[in-house]
C-alpha cells in the first residue's frame, strides 16, 4: 500500500512539487545515486561486475534499449528483472487509466477527456514499481493484438463505432507505458511480429489496423536471446537490431568462486551440503562447459550446478532416512547420483552416442580429485593409506555416518583433515564422515587404496 500522505489528485501533486521525468530519465537518476552512495544496484546478480554490469550501466546511462545476448541459464532473465529497483519505489498515475498515465501527461482520448473536464480534481493513483515490469515470453505464435493491441469486439458491441480509438484493447507494450518491456528469446518471434516493435522503439508510438491514433509511448525494452537463435530458430530482424542502442554479451561464471556462489544462492537443499562437496559440483559444471563431447552452443546452465547440488542434497536426505541417521549430511558418495539424474539436460555432440554416462563419471572424479587436492594440499595422507591397509574401511551409500566414523583409524591425519574442511566443534557424525569419505577417495584416485564396491551400495576401502 502506498504511504497515505502521498498526492489524491493533480492540483495535490503540482502543489507537492512533483516533477515529471521519462521512465529512461528516472533509470539514469536512481542508477547514478547508487553509484555514487555505494549502494548495491544489482542484488543477486553474481560473477558480471566487471563485464556485463558495466556495460549495461553504460547503456542505462545512455537512454538506450538493450539486448542481452548469452547461451542459457547465464542469468540474462534475472538480471533484466533486476532493472525494476532503478524505478521510483511509488509513480502516480491517472486513476482508472488503462495503460498507467502520468496525470500531467495524458495520452489517451479518454484521459485527456478526463483531464479536461476535472482539472486539478483528476484522481491520482500510487503504483509501485513492480507493476511497471511487464515481461513476455516471445513464442512462434504471439500475435501482433498480444504486444501491441487489436479491436475489441466487447466495446464495440456496446455502441462504439469501428472508427472509434476508444474501441482498441492495448496489448503488453502500451500498458507497460512508464515502465519497462521485457521480451524473453526475441529471435523466437515470427519477423512480421518483430515489424510491429519497430515504431515502439524508434517513433514511440503504436498503430492498430490503420487507426489514426498515436500514442507517445514511454518505455524502456529490454531483450535477451541465445546466439544459436540467429541460425537455429530464427533471428533478429535487421531493422529491429538497429534499434536497439546495445546489445551486451553474458558468460558464464568466469570464476570458481562465482560459479560456488551462485549454487548457494539459488539452490534449495534439503539436506546440509558441505563447502567441499559443492566445490566438486562447481568444478564439475566447468568440465562439462570445456569438454568437447558437450554440446558448447547449447551451453552448461547455471542450472545444472543448482539441480546437481539439490540431487546431492536429495540423495542424502534419502540416505538417512533409510539407515536411520536424525541429521542428513552430503558425503562424497552422494554424488555418484548427478551424472544419472541430469545427463538428459546437457546436450552431447554427435559420436558420443552409448559414451554419456561413461564420460560425465570420468569428469565427475576429476573434480572430485582436483578438489580434494585443493583443499587437503600440504597434509600426508600415507598414515591414513597404511592403517586403512591394516583395517579395512566401509563406506557407501548404505553406511550410516556413525558407522564411517566409528571404523576410522585413529590417526592424527583424519584430525588435520577435519580441520581443513571446517568439521571440527560437532558431534554429529556426518560432517566427519564426508571429510574422511573425500580423503579416501582422494587415496583411491592416486592409487594408493583400492576400492571393491558391492550390491548393496556399500564398498571397502582398502590398501
Known amino acids: 500500500m502506498p504511504p497515505p500522505d502521498l498526492p489524491r489528485t493533480v492540483g495535490e501533486l503540482r502543489a507537492s512539487g512533483h516533477t515529471l521525468r521519462g521512465v529512461k530519465r528516472e533509470i539514469r537518476d536512481n542508477l547514478l545515486t547508487a553509484l555514487r552512495t555505494g549502494t548495491e544496484p544489482w542484488p543477486g546478480i553474481v560473477g ?77 493513483r500510487w503504483r509501485h514499481r513492480s507493476e511497471r515490469y ?42 507497460a507505458h512508464r515502465g519497462i518491456i521485457t521480451v524473453n528469446e526475441l529471435p523466437d518471434l515470427a519477423e512480421r511480429i518483430q515489424v510491429s516493435l519497430l515504431n515502439v522503439m524508434e517513433e514511440r508510438d503504436i498503430q492498430v489496423r490503420g487507426y489514426t491514433l498515436r500514442l507517445p509511448l514511454d518505455v524502456l525494452l529490454v531483450a535477451s536471446a541465445n546466439p544459436e537463435d540467429y541460425t537455429n530458430r530464427g533471428r533478429i530482424i535487421t531493422p529491429l537490431k538497429d534499434r536497439f542502442g546495445a546489445e551486451i554479451r553474458t558468460h558464464y561464471p568466469l570464476e570458481l568462486t562465482d560459479e560456488i556462489a551462485v549454487v548457494e544462492q539459488e539452490a534449495e537443499l534439503v539436506a546440509d551440503v558441505p563447502a567441499h562437496l559443492l ?6 559444471t566447468r568440465h562439462l562447459r570445456e569438454s568437447s563431447a558437450i554440446d558448447q552452443g547449447s551451453g552448461v546452465s547455471a542450472r545444472f550446478s543448482v539441480a546437481a547440488a539439490e540431487t546431492v542434497a536429495a540423495a542424502a536426505l534419502r540416505r538417512a532416512a533409510l539407515t536411520g541417521e536424525t541429521t542428513a549430511v552430503a558425503r562424497p558418495i552422494d554424488l555418484e547420483s548427478v551424472p544419472e539424474v541430469l545427463r538428459g539436460k546437457l546436450e552431447f555432440t554427435s559420436g558420443e552416442e552409448g559414451r554419456e554416462q561413461e564420460h560425465l563419471e570420468h569428469l565427475l572424479r576429476r573434480a572430485t580429485a582436483e578438489t580434494a587436492r585443493a583443499r587437503l594440499r600440504g597434509i600426508d595422507l600415507t598414515p591414513l593409506a597404511e592403517a586403512v591397509t591394516r583395517t579395512p574401511v566401509r563406506t557407501g551409500d548404505g553406511v550410516p555416518a556413525a558407522e564411517v566414523v ?58
Open 48 to 124: 558480471f561486475e566487471g563485464t556485463v554490469l558495466p556495460q549495461l550501466e553504460r547503456a542505462l546511462l545512455a537512454g538506450h534499449d538493450v539486448v542481452l545476448l548469452g547461451e542459457r541459464g547465464q542469468g540474462k532473465s534475472r538480471l533484466l528483472r533486476s532493472l525494476v529497483g532503478l524505478l521510483d519505489e511509488w509513480d502516480p498515475v491517472i486513476e482508472g487509466s488503462e495503460i498507467g498515465e502520468h496525470p500531467y501527461q495524458p495520452i489517451t482520448p479518454a484521459s485527456v477527456r478526463r483531464a479536461n473536464d476535472l482539472g486539478d480534481e483528476l484522481p491520482v
Open 134 to 175: 511487464a515481461e513476455k515470453l516471445a513464442t512462434p505464435d504471439t500475435a501482433v493484438a498480444d504486444l501491441i493491441g487489436d479491436v475489441d469486439p466487447v466495446k464495440v458491441a456496446e455502441g462504439r463505432s469501428l472508427g472509434d480509438p476508444e474501441t482498441i484493447h492495448y496489448g503488453l507494450v502500451p500498458r
Open 279 to 284: 566445490d566438486i559440483v562447481a568444478r564439475f
Open 406 to 463: 566409528a571404523a576410522l583409524p585413529d590417526t592424527p591425519v583424519l584430525t588435520e583433515v577435519a580441520r581443513r574442511l571446517g568439521v571440527v566443534g560437532t558431534e554429529d557424525p556426518g560432517p566427519m564422515a564426508s571429510a574422511a569419505e573425500l580423503a579416501l577417495e582422494l587415496l583411491f584416485l592416486t592409487r594408493k587404496v583400492a576400492k571393491d564396491p558391492s550390491d548393496d551400495g556399500t564398498a571397502v576401502r582398502y590398501g
